[in-house]
């Protein structure tokens, strides 16, 4: 697909911070914006009503920093408690303890959570490391919720349900693979919660690079194209990744059987995926 996503990007273009003063968003590229719920839109896999904010960041990873501070609040007499189920993404405790904030802090595995005070659990679904698929454990009145859904995409599990979370987190570098292009977004219900993660971002970076959102919005509008293609039907790009993925993992399985034991496998349960219409495997990414 190469030549078809080329973007050209002249010297005098794309110089001032703001890409959308209309928007909360205001560093978004509104290409980005329409391509990210076109894309969604097309793949199923989660709620871009018109009335969900999309906040675009340098990687998901600074949306990870953004919601832990528009989560937290400097009026709790202690920092609130960050969860996650073990086992999980092994950047979540480095990222949370990093600052050594007042506003959160790192509490561990979230199956063994049993502190009666505020939390924020972290919910990755497909999980990375595992790849199994994950809803929140701690289930307390009041509890908080990020769901990092860098792999719910067809290639990787099947898409059994639009994803209708408060605050779910998507990523360029696992939806493509472009992860150099440092492209994450988030989309978020509550404004308040936007406007804060805004801020965090103004505040860090003043923005995201309008060159890589350009690039992203490019790729992912060629992806939502062809998905809607019908003569493409079957060679759409996540119907080639899933197939791509779906011999890696065969090839994997085989040296798994060969090895005597030494190693093995988990064994993933099949799903309805909505997107292609037909039962399919789950081949994580990880
Ligand atoms: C579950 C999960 N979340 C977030 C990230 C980081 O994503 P990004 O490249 O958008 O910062 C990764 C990268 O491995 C990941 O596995």
């Not at 560093?27 to 914006?33: A, Q, T, V, Y």
């Not at 599990?157 to 990523?171: E, V």
């Not at 060159?211 to 119907?239: M, P, S, T």
């Amino acid at each position: 697909m190469g030549d078809r996503c080329k973007v050209v990007i002249v010297g005098d273009e794309f110089m001032s911070y703001f890409c959308n003063t209309m928007n909360l968003c205001w560093f978004l590229l509104p290409e980005l914006d329409n391509a990210i719920r076109t894309l969604h839109r097309v793949v199923g896999n989660a709620m871009v009503d018109d009335d969900r904010f999309i906040i675009v960041g340098n990687g998901s990873t600074q949306l990870f920093h953004a919601l832990l501070y528009a989560l937290s609040s400097p009026d709790l007499p202690e920092p609130i408690n960050v969860v996650a189920a073990a086992p999980f993404y092994s950047s979540y405790p480095e990222e949370t303890k990093f600052l050594r904030s007042k506003l959160y802090k790192w509490a561990g595995d979230a199956n063994c959570y049993d502190k009666d005070e505020p939390y924020i659990e972290v919910v990755t679904s497909p999980n990375n490391p595992d790849g199994s698929i994950r809803g929140t454990v701690v289930n307390r009145e009041g509890g908080k919720a990020i769901h990092d859904l860098a792999y719910y995409w067809p290639q990787y599990a099947p898409i059994t349900s639009k994803a209708d979370h408060d605050a779910m987190l998507f990523t360029f570098s696992k939806a493509t693979g472009h992860a150099g292009t440092r492209i994450g977004w988030a989309i978020v219900k509550d404004k308040v919660i936007a406007a804060k993660m805004v801020k965090f971002i103004e505040v860090s970076s003043i923005g995201v690079s309008r060159e890589a959102q350009l690039r992203a919005a490019k790729i992912l509008g060629v992806i939502a194209d062809d998905c809607r293609n019908l003569d493409l039907k079957g060679e759409n790009f996540f119907e080639y990744g899933r197939r791509l993925m779906s011999e890696r993992w065969g090839k994997l399985r085989e040296l798994g059987m060969k090895s005597n034991g030494v190693f093995s496998l988990p064994k993933y349960p099949r799903g309805y995926c909505k997107f292609t219409g037909e039962y399919t495997d789950s081949n994580p990414g990880i």
